[in-house]
């Protein structure tokens, strides 16, 4: 896991509510990355971003918003546009071409 | 589209053999390779990786090696322990505007019997 924390490491929400899942990294990298992870399945890039104040879609952005406003951090809103809410939710950062994870958020949808 | 695949969903290994996990990837512009572990409830570990400009590339009772030509790649990793027993991806890598986009395969579990 390196210098990547997430909180929570559970996360239980009622339908209809928006959840915000931390990602912080005092790894100095510049670019960051969040990703969905669902049972017997890889990952899906949500979104990522490669500097403070910039952030870019990935595969399945729907239903998620995030911001950068500090280098360290990036977090993660899941609101209730999201259909199917419940997964195990990495964040990563990363250097040049290689990304490290964090010990990630467990969401459930109540 | 890309997308990188995995031959086998598991595998079971006595403890001390060896294991080679296989996987095969679409993108024939991919350049950049990562194994990574997974243990239940955890982020994914990195292992070893391996640029398309190599054929082999070997870390601590690991090896990674990649067939360009049939774009397939195989993490072999020797004399097994109780602690190898995960899920492995492999995860090809992909330059988005700067950044990099990992594709990730399904994964193979790998458990060591005893």
């Known amino acids: 896991d390196g210098g990547i924390t997430q909180s929570p490491k559970y996360l239980f929400r009622k339908e209809g509510q928006n959840v915000t899942l931390s990602c912080e990294q005092n790894?100095?990298?510049?670019?960051m990355y969040w990703y969905r992870q669902d049972p017997g399945q890889g990952l899906r890039l949500i979104y990522y971003?490669?500097?403070?104040?910039?952030?870019q879609k990935g595969d399945i952005a729907e239903g998620y918003s995030v911001s950068r406003e500090k280098k360290e951090s990036f977090p993660l809103t899941v609101t209730s546009a999201q259909k199917n809410p419940t997964a195990f939710y990495l964040c990563?950062?990363?250097?040049?071409?290689?990304?490290?994870f964090g010990p990630g958020t467990r969401l459930t949808v109540l | 589209g890309e997308s990188v695949g995995l031959h086998l969903p598991t595998l079971s290994v006595q403890e001390g053999d060896n294991s080679i996990i296989n996987c095969a990837y679409s993108?024939?512009?991919?350049?950049?390779f990562i194994w990574y572990k997974q243990e239940s409830g955890k982020g994914p570990q990195f292992i070893i990786d391996?640029?398309?400009?190599?054929d082999k590339r070997q870390g601590q009772r690991v090896t990674v090696l990649l067939n360009k030509t049939v774009k397939h790649l195989s993490l072999q990793i020797a004399a097994t322990q109780p602690g190898d027993s995960a899920v492995y991806f492999c995860?090809?890598?992909?330059?988005?505007?700067?950044?990099?986009?990992?594709?990730f395969g399904q994964g193979t579990r790998l458990t060591i019997n005893p």
């Open positions: 990563a950062s990363g250097v040049s071409d290689t990304q490290y």
């Open positions: 971003s490669q500097i403070v104040n910039d952030f």
């Open positions: 391996i640029r398309s400009n190599m």
């Open positions: 993108n024939s512009a991919s350049d950049y």
């Open positions: 790894l100095n990298h510049d670019a």
């Open positions: 995860a090809e890598n992909i330059p988005i505007q700067g950044a990099q986009k990992l594709v």
